[in-house]
């Protein structure tokens, strides 16, 4: 008798796959516009070797391919293919029935209650607005919050967004009319915060845009880790410093130094800031903090969660401020490019392994919907 659950499984998450390398990869083949280098008879077989025990639909050699032209002719085979890991692994490490709820914005002060994040001033929730703390309010009574709070605020979608998409800011000057034109465009689910101010050593990067880490950790067989850090900072006049929307991503060490891997949105490499100053005359107090912060919430927060990709700013006190967690599909292309490593670090094999023991017992529900 035909195995329902393994037809479907196989379908929709090669399926998955393919979608991954026609976003990740293919966009970024064209964008570095060159003729990706040859791998080697004995690259070829290791990474056969070492990829072939999750049984993906195929193993693509131009991820390879294309890493290796920020490698000096040489790869390793611990790169993370995004066809794989979408399809083979991110589900095994985060069951979408554990994580959607975490896609929702709203509920972070909720779920995250011990972490320090931004000050909410109106959250809004299936259309039912509420104040800081969680008190139901009148639609009125929210634009009479943000009308008279004395600085700007940053609103943003709370479901189905990614990438910075509709973050924007309400001047401290905006009166009670544009306020509630404001409001009307962002529909039934949104956020009203205040501002985040910076560090001054994060600020230097760009004052327009919170510049945020991306810490990712990874949690597995009782043991919790930061794998690949990354810094990410707006250009001149950005409110966001989303890579997708034109920002830079900088590989980064752990002790706050760059590692020299800054690419912009059309991956050219990067050896200055826009005023001129070299990257690695910079470093950042107080990664180690972040790393810790984000390690001990990892455990503390999301036990049953194996990877995490968070995004974590630097407040003008020197703490670190959570802004966002990613878990559906985190980012790990730029992540890879920047750190010159495998997404999972030194784990990459226990990773593998995790994935390759839980693949059969997954349900093809997994693959279906909540992908924002």
């Not at 995004?82 to 509920?107: C, E, G």
């Not at 700013?313 to 292309?333: K, S, T, W």
């Amino acid at each position: 008798m035909l195995n329902i659950n393994k037809i479907l499984l196989k379908l929709l998450s090669d399926r998955l796959g393919r979608s991954a390398t026609r976003l990740e990869l293919e966009p970024r083949i064209k964008a570095i516009g060159l003729t990706l280098p040859v791998l080697t008879d004995i690259e070829k077989k290791s990474i056969v070797d070492l990829w072939s025990r999750l049984k993906p639909e195929r193993i693509d050699f131009d991820y390879w391919r294309f890493y290796k032209i920020f490698r000096e002719g040489v790869v390793s085979p611990y790169f993370v293919p995004d066809n794989i890991y979408w399809s083979r692994i991110i589900r095994t490490l985060n069951p979408a029935s554990l994580t959607r709820t975490y896609i929702n914005k709203s509920l972070y002060p909720i779920i995250f209650k011990g972490i320090l994040q931004p000050e909410i001033l109106v959250n809004v929730i299936n259309g039912i607005p509420y104040n800081g703390k969680m008190d139901r309010i009148t639609a009125d009574t929210a634009v009479n919050i943000l009308s008279r709070f004395d600085d700007d605020i940053i609103i943003k979608p709370t479901v189905a967004t990614s990438g910075g998409r509709g973050v924007s800011k309400i001047n401290s000057h905006a009166g009670a009319d544009e306020i509630k034109r404001t409001l009307s465009i962002y529909g039934s689910n949104y956020i009203c915060q205040g501002i985040v101010r910076q560090s001054a050593s994060t600020a230097v990067f760009n004052p327009t845009s919170l510049n945020t880490f991306r810490v990712n950790t990874v949690n597995i067989n009782g043991k919790t880790t930061c794998e690949c850090l990354m810094m990410r900072h707006g250009l001149n006049g950005s409110v966001v410093d989303n890579f997708a929307v034109g920002g830079v991503v900088c590989g980064m060490t752990a002790d706050g130094k760059f590692n020299g891997n800054n690419f912009n949105t059309e991956l050219k490499q990067l050896s200055q800031l826009q005023n001129g100053t070299p990257y690695n005359s910079l470093s950042v107090p107080g990664i180690t903090d972040v790393i810790d912060y984000a390690i001990d919430s990892h455990q503390r927060y999301m036990p049953h969660i194996g990877h995490a990709a968070w995004d974590f700013a630097i407040n003008d006190n020197g703490h670190p401020i959570m802004i966002e967690v990613n878990l559906m599909l985190p980012g790990i292309f730029m992540e890879q490019l920047t750190s010159s490593g495998p997404i999972f670090g030194n784990r990459t094999e226990e990773v593998l392994e995790y994935a390759a023991k839980r693949n059969n017992t997954l349900s093809w529900t997994e693959f279906v919907g909540g992908w924002q």
